[in-house]
């Protein structure tokens, strides 16, 4: 079934297959009919002439003779009515001459009867229509047993005045078998050639579906090498009609892309270039600037209270642009795929330990405190500690510049693939719109909001890498009022693949 699916030749054959059945179906079923009752009519027409003859040879005989007693009349009888009686392998007729009911007695006569006539043949029906109606034939259909098989046939009767023994009525039996035999032979004929033609109409359906639709297959194919990244895939180019047609379209949309992904690439590459030479080249100046400022603001007690208070101002600015001229650095190693992870064995209760104790008086001094939620035994998993401990870090200024003096929750989780740390704030929360651009590099959710802890616009979107750069998850969930969480899911061994998260998302906690 996945191969029936995957295959739009299987679908084109098959399903002209299974169409071709049903009519071929339907119009056998109509031609076996017709045939069957083209058949029976004919036959019948032709049973009917020939009765008609028969009684009338039998009438105008008994006419002829001279009856003067019943010896006469059985004589007569007996020597005219066996002539109609037929046997062979291409017709048998069976004859019986039966006294209607109401006659005089007759003491010594016997009704001419065919020797294997079995009387069942002559329904009770039929007597009673030859007698109700003497000028016409009437006749049935019946089923004569022969050799123990039931086979098709049409009794026949009519009426015949004998003179000094009143009515009497002939029925002639006839075997419809040989017509039966020659139908069944007709219908084999019709079912063989249906198989045939059902035969013929798949390798057809199949050779024109295959030249139809195999430069499709192709165009599917070179579409999927596209997407994967080569770029330098295209469609042969043949004839006028729409497949041609088709092919060139394709073509030039790839050679647009090739293009325009070419293009991209090389602004992309100019501008991580510029950014990481522009973080390069102010590094130093900024080395120069920070020991300046480091001079006066060791010496800010001497200054005008004015200059003082600038002086600080000075470097808790000269410290952010520190902080953002690492961040750029770092992002831009990431662009560059020059980053590597440090993997090694470490217990992630020790590194979200160390994380906590690294924030926990910033949050502190707000009145925030922090809830934490550990295994009761150590949690191992390879990774980089120094990332993965920024990254915590990171998730945590977030909380306690959002969580508006809120506890903030710390969980952590582990099942048998991964590792789970959970950070909660039950803060401001943000929209779906929000989220959707959460990872985004210098977007904030609130512009007009002023940042107390000089986060640099970065710090998420280092983070997103980070868990990316150990095959790990980091997933948020946020609802406006209710607060944020963002949990990090990481494999335990480099080599896992994570089935699903050990902590939920959103986390028990935020459950109404």
């Not at 006569?109 to 329904?123: A, G, M, R």
């Not at 039931?150 to 029925?171: H, N, R, W």
């Not at 295994?375 to 870090?393: G, Q, S, W």
């Not at 949990?487 to 935020?510: G, W």
Request: with cysteine; glycine share 6%.
């Amino acid at each position: 079934m996945k191969w029936f699916r995957k295959s739009l030749t299987a679908k084109a054959v098959l399903t002209t297959l299974g169409l071709s059945f049903l009519a071929l179906i339907t119009l056998g079923g109509f031609l076996s009919f017709s045939l069957a009752n083209a058949f029976y009519q004919n036959r019948v027409e032709q049973i009917l002439s020939e009765t008609e003859r028969a009684i009338g040879s039998v009438q105008s005989t008994i006419a002829a003779a001279s009856l003067n007693d019943e010896t006469s009349l059985q004589t007569v009888l007996n020597s005219v009515v066996p002539t109609l009686q037929v046997s062979g392998s291409s017709a048998n007729r069976q004859v019986a001459l039966l006294r209607s009911p109401g006659q005089p007695q007759l003491e010594l006569f016997q009704s001419p009867i065919s020797p294997d006539l079995d009387l069942n043949s002559i329904p009770e029906e039929l007597r009673i229509k030859v007698r109700e109606n003497p000028a016409i034939l009437s006749y049935t259909p019946v089923g004569l047993v022969r050799d123990s098989i039931t086979v098709p046939g049409v009794t026949v009767g009519g009426a015949i005045s004998v003179p000094l023994a009143g009515e009497f009525e002939l029925y002639l039996v006839y075997d419809l078998s040989p017509e039966q035999e020659a139908l069944a032979l007709v219908q084999s004929a019709l079912a063989i050639g249906g198989i045939f033609l059902i035969f013929i109409i798949g390798l057809v359906s199949y050779l024109v579906t295959r030249r139809v639709i195999q430069p499709v297959e192709q165009a599917a194919k070179a579409a999927e090498l596209l997407a994967q990244g080569n770029l330098d895939e295209r469609l042969a180019e043949r004839g006028d009609d729409v497949v041609a047609q088709l092919a060139r379209s394709f073509n030039r949309m790839a050679t647009n892309l090739q293009q325009q992904i070419q293009k991209l690439d090389s602004l992309s590459r100019m501008q991580r270039r510029f950014v990481s030479d522009v973080s390069h080249e102010l590094r130093t100046p900024l080395t120069t600037i920070k020991l300046a400022g480091e001079v006066i603001f060791a010496n800010r007690k001497g200054l005008e209270p004015a200059l003082s208070r600038s002086a600080e101002l000075m470097q808790a600015q000269i410290d952010r642009f520190e902080r953002l001229l690492a961040d750029l650095l770092e992002i831009s190693r990431y662009d560059a795929g020059a980053v590597q992870a440090e993997l090694e064995v470490r217990d992630l209760n020790a590194v979200v330990g160390s994380a906590i104790a690294s924030i926990e008086p910033l949050a502190a001094s707000r009145n925030m405190p922090i809830q934490v939620l550990l295994p009761a035994r150590a949690v191992e998993a390879e990774l980089d500690a120094k990332r993965i401990e920024r990254l915590i870090v990171n998730l945590l200024s977030n909380a306690v510049e959002h969580g508006e003096g809120k506890p903030i929750q710390v969980e952590v989780g582990e099942n048998a693939t991964a590792v789970a740390v959970c950070v909660t704030d039950f803060g401001v929360g943000m929209t779906k719109q929000q989220l959707e651009r959460i990872f985004d590099r210098f977007w904030r959710a609130d512009p007009a909001r002023q940042r107390s802890l000089g986060g640099t616009g970065l710090g998420l979107a280092i983070s997103k890498e980070d868990a990316i750069l150990h095959r790990g998850w980091l997933q948020v969930w946020s609802k406006p009022k209710r607060g944020s969480s963002f949990r990090l899911t990481l494999p335990k061994r480099s080599d896992l693949v994570i089935a699903n998260s050990p902590l939920p998302l959103p986390p028990r906690s935020m459950e109404p």
